[in-house]
């Protein structure tokens, strides 16, 4: 006999693993019996049922392939000091449908910037009302642990649609009109070639592009840097004028600034990496 793995790991509200929580997984029937979980694919070594998780929160069983529920939890189990249950948990290609129903999922209706929470829907499905571009922001990696979130063109006319996924850009800072560039931000902490990329509510000067991937070129003090167009390429110089507020990210999505999804009913599922962006 061949089983479906089940790997997760316990966090709290604030993402942070729980570690040693106690697991308990029942099938999803009438009564919610316990289930005869297994250490191994072949189901020849039992687990207890509860068992704990390991140090880093982390945990993994096989079981036969069904719906369960899943209850991670600290403490006695009648009066528990942490407690989360998962319902309907498809362990196993058989056992639930992976279909877009089957997942929590939000419908994105207006135009313009949608900004995904790190506790957002696991499918984001735009399928807007009216022709205008879509732009959707990504929380920070570093937050959201394993959580992969799915950005759907739920209208299949992407043209119409116009979907733009960008990395969250939290740092705010101001830039000097000069050869070169000079940005500031307090504590930025960069370190030299690394990436940034920038957005903006108004105009960034002439020189510089929203969206775009840069390298940090010099960091002459701790709260200032300038950038430039490749790794080790010269400082980019500015020109003209600028308006509204500017920010910036370190983070990117596949590897890039931005990602557009440019065909009719696309789409992409996009898995975090910490500290690094969305792949």
């Not at 479906?4 to 999803?28: K, L």
């Not at 191994?40 to 509860?50: A, H, K, M, Y």
């Not at 504590?187 to 990436?195: F, K, W, Y």
């Not at 003090?221 to 110089?237: E, L, M, V």
Request: proline letters at 5%; charged letters at 15%.
């Amino acid at each position: 006999m061949t089983l479906a793995v089940y790997n997760r790991t316990v966090q709290d509200t604030s993402g942070n693993a729980v570690p040693g929580a106690h697991i308990e997984v029942r099938r999803e029937v009438p009564g919610q019996p316990l289930a005869a979980i297994f250490s191994d694919r072949d189901g020849t070594v039992p687990l207890s049922n509860p068992f704990d998780a390991g140090v880093d929160g982390s945990f993994s069983l096989y079981a036969v392939g069904g719906a369960y529920r899943v209850r991670a939890y600290l403490g006695p189990s009648g009066t528990p000091t942490f407690e989360k249950i998962l319902r309907y948990e498809a362990i196993g290609k058989n056992s639930e449908s992976d279909s877009l129903a089957q997942r929590t999922q939000r419908v994105v209706t207006a135009s313009g910037t949608d900004v995904i929470s790190t506790s957002d829907a696991d499918h984001i499905i735009v399928d807007k009302t009216v022709a205008g571009a879509s732009r959707e922001v990504m929380p920070l990696s570093s937050l959201v642990s394993s959580t992969s979130k799915k950005i759907v063109d739920g209208k299949f006319d992407a043209a119409t649609n116009n979907i733009t996924i960008v990395p969250k850009r939290p740092a705010t800072f101001t830039v000097t009109i000069a050869s070169p560039a000079v940005f500031t931000f307090s504590q930025h902490g960069l370190s030299v070639n690394q990436t940034v990329s920038l957005e903006t509510t108004g105009a960034l000067p002439t020189g510089l592009s929203a969206d775009t991937l840069y390298y940090v070129k010099t960091t002459p003090t701790a709260d200032t840097f300038t950038i430039s167009a490749t790794p080790g390429g010269s400082a980019i110089n500015t020109t003209g004028s600028q308006s509204g507020v500017h920010t910036y990210g370190y983070e990117t999505i596949m590897g890039g600034a931005s990602y557009v999804i440019d065909s009719n009913g696309a789409s992409i599922e996009l898995s975090p990496r910490s500290g690094i962006g969305w792949y």
